[in-house]
């Protein structure tokens, strides 16, 4: 199963095929998506709403009321790690029903990875990573330019 965003009209689509057709999950627009290593019907994805949570694969959403405003999200093995639009990380270890607020970098983020205890954000011409589950960031690249 591939869940993801048209990038022409911002729908969320959902092929079972192997992309070769799509279905769309009429889900409100989101901005990014994320879907658990361990359970594909799992899926989180962000938008202007809030976060929300499908448990059957992008079919259905839910807004999670008590999760932070988080902007771009990373689902491995074992936890959820996202990011506000400030900067903020957050992680959950429970499927994204409580969530702790971790280290923060210093500029708007434009994607997200994470790995275990490695995280790493792409904030405006900068790559900061943290080898501590985000608690801490260091800058590995820095002036990405065009990026």
Known sequence: MIVGQS???QKLLRSEDGGLSWQD???????DISINPAN???VIATSEQGLLKSTDGGLNFLPLPNAPRLMLVSWSTGSITGVEPEGQLHRSADAANTWQALGSVS???IAIAASG????VLAEDTIWQSDDGGVSFAAR???LGGH
């Open 7 to 9: 990038a022409h009209d």
């Open 25 to 31: 999950l009429g889900a409100p627009p989101v901005f």
């Open 40 to 42: 594909a019907d799992e």
């Open 107 to 109: 500029s708007q983020p």
């Open 117 to 120: 205890e490695r995280v790493a």
């Open 141 to 143: 690249i820095a002036n």
